[in-house]
Every structure is written in structure tokens, then in C-alpha cells.
């Protein structure tokens, strides 16, 4: 970056700070995902380590009149979920766990996607809940219809408050007639646009390599440059030195000379003043390994990894090991978050409002009626380093009264019914064997 860059300001309104840029930046990020083995490694962590092997999980907490959790109601809606989840995406291709993997990784990738609601009898629901979604990247939002006088930005018609009232969609662009027909308009209530922003009302989403291109475009170069030197360097080159001050000798090229190369060879055919030489291509290059390090501690910090995670390597003390861990999983937290917040939570509450239109779970009697959609998002937990010590903290913090069994189980990544209802089921069968 020069001097001149440095200095650079950029004061335009969020409205129009990654317009028209996001579109090539999504394509960016998307060749990089495609061609670049560290690139596709960030994507992998953010993936991973924001969701864990099964997504984020969902405790259901409806309370009753006394304020305590209904845990026979809660059990009938985590039953239906789990029948829902099998399948909730209109393709079909799915599960819950993996369509937020494949979410998860369109948002960080490509900076947004959009979830559709889908209501319709028209399409054969699972199990007769009557809702599913339609999850679509945001090639079909028409990104070039823009209104600033009647507050449409790239596909999105706002209100006063800059809520999102409509959304224009056409056909994707493999579709010949994506420029040619006219965007249909979807209201905002059927429609959850998540997005990844750096501004106040910014109205599209940009991805998270987006302050990493040229680092990851510049390493991606380096070491397609340093593998070929390699690859070079693994033949035997050599040349002829000729002194052309020995005279009455020509040097002329003979198209038939011929240097045959094995152990132990004498040439015998080398005219005076000929000499053979090795080139050495000094490869591999020594210095490769500290250079791609730090380059990678910087695109770590753009994309809201760690340099350890991509790169593969774990060096270092305990103590050390566990204090990036700590730091990162504070920033995983945030995504799990902001995940929850968007995607998982508002789905899953309309998940439970079919369930109960349907009438396949009714609301028992002396249930507050303002936490029936009652529901927490639980990131997944850090892994142990130190099992030994891990679990004598847990019950350290259990047997003083800081942490419920409940919060430690969810600390494993296990449902807290789900496990006393194993643990008591366990007991009863080694009653009736006793």
C-alpha cells in the first residue's frame, strides 16, 4: 500500500459504500473458496468452529404461571423440531445441520444470503408442518435496481425507518433472461436477508475476505512462483561456459552433440575453453515458511480467524494454546451470535407457530402465553486441551454453586433433558438387572 493510499478517506453514505464493489467482491471471495487451499481453510474454521458438528442448538424454555420451565411442553416442540429438521429446506438436499453449515458459509463467503418463507399447501411440507424455507444466494436479488428519491438500493425498497418493506427478485443469472425481465416483488415479511455490515443501515452485505484479497491474491501468486522455482530446481540444469578468447576454436552448435548424464561420467567431448556449469536456483527458498506465516497472521486478523487454524500449526505451551483459544472463541461467540440472531432463532420460532397451527402440539393450560416462542441459541464449545483440567474446573465451579449441571452440559454440547432422560433411563435398567 503507497503513501497515497494510506491517506485515502472514503465519506460516501453506507447506501453507497460497496456499490457496485460487492458484486466483484463475492465473485472474488468465491474463486478464492474454489482455488486457494488457505482461503477454503478460513471458511472451513469459521464453518466449524462457529457451529460445531451439529449446528447451534436450540433449548425450548416456555415457562409456566410460577415462572419454571415446562419441560413436558418444551419435550413435545423438541420432538416435532427434530421431525421438521430432517428436511426444512424446499430442495430437499439438506438438513438443519447442514443447511446452516452451507448458510454460514455463503455469509462469510459472499457477505449475505436470503432465507424465503414458505407457506404454500402447494408444496408437500414434512410431517404436515406446514412451513419450510427456500434458501437463496443473493444473485437473484436485483442489484441494480436503485431508487435513492423512493429509498430502493440494489434490490431493497426501505421505509422511513429503513426497514425493509420489498424485495426485487429475478431469475438467477445462468437463467438468459436475468437482465430482461422485470424483478417480482416479495414483501419483507416473507423474506430474511442476512448480512454482514461494517456500517449503520448498510443496505448489502460484503464478504469477510473482503480486506484479505490482495494478501490472499499476493500469497496465492508467491507460492504458485515458489513452487514452480522448486519444481525447476528438482532438474539437473546446466550450461556450457565458453572463453572466447581461445582462438582457432569455433563454437559453432552442433544440433547432434549430445552430454549424457549418470554417476561417475567423463566427458570426453568438450572442446578447449568449454566448461560445464550447474545452475543453482538456491530453492526451496529458505525464507518461505516465516513470510507465509506472516502473511497469514494479517489475513487471520481479516477474516477473524486464527493463523494458527490455518496454517495447521499448534506450537507452544499450554498456557499459550489455551489463551488463543480463549481470545478466538470470544470471536467465534460473536458469529454464533449474530448467526442465532438472523437465521436460527427467528426459523425456528416459525417452525414452532406451524407445529402449533397444525395442531400437532397444543399449549397446555398455565403456560405464560409471552414464552411459548421462548428459546436460547447455544454456541458450541471450546475443545478440551487439557481434559484432566477442564473437567476438575467444570466441577469446581459445579460443587460452589457457580454452574448448574445444566450450563455444564451445554458447555459439552449436549440437551440438558436429553441427558438426565438417558442418565434415568440408565438407572432403571440396572435396577431391573440388579
Known sequence: MTTRERRRADNRPASQLIWPSHLNAKGIARYLDQNHDLAKGVLDVIEAQMLGANGLMVDHQPLRDDGSIHAEFAEELEYWHKKWEESPEVSGEYSWAGLQRILARTLYRDGEYLIKDIYTPRFKHRYGIPYSIEALETDYLASDYNDPDNMLYQGIKFNEWWQPVTYYLRDHPENGHYQMNEPRQ?????????????????????????????????????????????????????????????????????????????????????????????????????????????????????????????????????????????????????????????????????????????????????????????????????????????????????????????????????????????????????????
Open 186 to 434: 416479495v414483501s419483507a415479511k416473507f423474506i430474511r436477508h442476512a448480512k454482514l455490515t461494517d456500517r449503520l443501515r448498510q443496505p448489502r452485505g460484503i464478504s469477510v475476505f473482503a480486506s484479505t484479497f490482495r494478501r490472499f491474491n499476493d500469497l496465492m501468486d508467491y507460492e504458485d512462483s515458489e513452487r514452480i522455482a522448486a519444481k525447476v530446481a528438482s532438474n539437473m540444469v546446466m550450461y556450457l561456459r565458453r572463453d572466447p578468447t581461445m582462438l582457432g576454436h569455433s563454437f559453432e552448435s552442433d544440433p547432434n552433440r549430445t552430454f549424457e548424464v549418470s554417476p561417475g561420467i567423463l566427458w570426453d567431448n568438450l572442446t578447449p575453453g568449454e566448461e560445464p556449469v550447474m545452475m543453482d536456483s538456491n530453492r526451496p527458498n529458505i525464507n518461505l515458511e516465516a513470510y507465509r506465516n506472516s502473511q497469514l497472521k494479517g489475513a487471520a486478523a481479516g477474516s477473524k480467524t486464527s493463523q494458527s487454524s490455518i496454517a495447521k500449526t499448534y506450537d507452544g505451551t499450554y498456557s499459550g494454546q489455551r489463551q488463543e483459544l480463549i481470545e478466538q472463541y470470544a470471536v467465534y461467540g460473536v458469529m454464533a451470535t449474530h448467526f442465532g440472531w438472523s437465521t436460527v432463532l427467528p426459523i425456528k420460532r416459525r417452525v414452532t407457530e406451524a407445529i402449533i397451527l397444525s395442531g400437532k402440539v397444543k399449549v397446555p393450560p398455565g403456560i405464560r402465553e409471552d414464552s411459548v416462542f421462548d428459546m436460547v441459541c447455544h454456541q458450541p464449545t471450546p475443545p478440551w486441551i487439557d481434559p484432566g483440567k477442564e473437567s476438575a474446573a467444570l466441577v469446581a465451579l459445579k460443587d460452589a454453586g457457580l454452574a448448574s449441571p445444566q450450563e455444564i452440559i451445554r458447555k459439552r454440547g449436549r440437551n440438558p433433558r436429553e441427558v438426565k432422560r438417558e442418565i434415568d433411563e440408565w438407572g432403571k435398567r440396572n435396577e431391573e438387572e440388579s
